[in-house]
């Protein structure tokens, strides 16, 4: 599995090589080449060419709807660090803060406007089809990021709330990409919503995931502070779960610590984990992160294991699952 993973990204990396970028002007198509060189594990077209290889062989034919995918991925993360103001992306200078707004607001338009270049080499009968797919991912995709900024400025949210957000924001695009790969192996398109639905509910649980490791996870290997989103008041399920169900000393001490501008990074983050920790956060986090998890797999359930291969797929999910970091 290790292996196939590493072709697959060696040949989605061969193919944004393949992209010609050293064209005028130059301010316009550097950033886009600095962007897609940082690297980043490609999940997203991947979880297309392992939809796709539930009943093709020749992957290499997804290989550019696929990468339409993680064009337009990069293009909502060079947009992301503009609204964020974000001077780091992946431990380098984000085109926003290397080059100026400006220059990274029209070179993630054309990233993606790229990506519906690749989309339009798909093999498929109904183009339109898959455009009309594409189109409703990527506005939905805005409408997470437009709730995401929404939270900022409400004391909370309800869970409800939060999970449409992540839905929106993040699952979404998995299951995108993994219904493109189903359409494109021939699945009908009743059956790739199956592959759909799985990638979104995995999608919320790989998100939830993220919430519990900022805060749990080991520095080294999750690859920034642990905490941040603590020290950030971000609203993430955990201090959602600890909001609604603190009382007494344990509300007045998360409100305290929400409160305070200036304070010692690791004194707050300590007090707020006891905070977790008494209202056994932790675990009510994990136990709806492996409910998403399940929903997920319920959804392969439904689609005829003698008409097509879901072992590899469910075994690099469950892979993607185990990780911590």
Same mark, same amino acid.
């Given at each position: 599995m290790t292996e196939d993973l590493r072709a697959y990204q060696e040949k989605l990396n061969d193919a944004i090589a393949q992209i010609e970028f050293d064209k005028h002007p130059n301010e316009l198509y550097a950033p886009l080449a600095y962007t @897609?060189?940082?690297?980043?594990?490609?999940?997203?077209?991947?979880?297309?060419?392992?939809?796709? @290889?539930?009943?093709?062989k020749d992957w290499e034919t997804i290989i550019h709807p696929a990468l339409s995918i993680e064009l337009f991925h990069n293009f909502t993360l060079i947009h992301d660090d503009i609204m964020d103001e974000a001077p780091l992306r992946r431990g380098q200078e984000t085109v926003y803060k290397k080059w100026n707004k400006d220059i990274a607001i029209l070179s993630g338009d054309t990233l993606m406007i790229m990506a519906y270049d690749l989309l339009l080499e798909a093999q498929y009968d109904d183009i339109r089809y898959l455009i009309k797919l594409f189109n409703q991912c990527a506005i939905e995709v805005c409408e997470g990021q437009q709730l995401d900024m929404n939270f900022e400025n409400l004391p909370t949210v309800s869970e409800e709330e939060y999970i449409e957000m992540i839905k929106l924001k993040t699952a979404v695009l998995l299951g995108y990409s993994l219904e493109l790969g189903g359409l494109l192996a021939g699945m009908t398109r009743e059956e790739a919503i199956h592959l759909r639905d799985f990638g979104v509910n995995i999608g919320i649980g790989f998100q939830l995931k993220d919430d519990i490791l900022d805060v749990y996870g080991d520095a080294d290997k999750f690859g920034k502070q642990?905490?941040?989103?603590?020290?950030?008041?971000?609203?993430?399920?955990?201090?959602l779960k600890a909001i609604e169900h603190a009382e007494g000393d344990a509300a007045q001490n998360l409100e305290y610590w929400l409160q305070q501008t200036e304070f010692d990074v690791h004194k707050k983050v300590q007090e707020v984990k006891k905070v977790y920790e008494q209202l056994k956060i932790k675990e009510i986090s994990e136990q709806k992160m492996n409910h998403y998890f399940d929903l997920g797999f319920q959804q392969l359930d439904d689609l005829d294991s003698s008409k097509y291969d879901l072992e590899p797929l469910k075994a690099f999910t469950q892979a993607l699952i185990q990780r911590d970091h």
């Open positions: @897609l060189d940082l690297g980043g594990k490609r999940m997203r077209p991947i979880l297309a060419i392992m939809a796709y @290889l539930t009943k093709k642990v905490g941040g989103d603590i020290l950030a008041n971000k609203k993430t399920f955990l201090l």
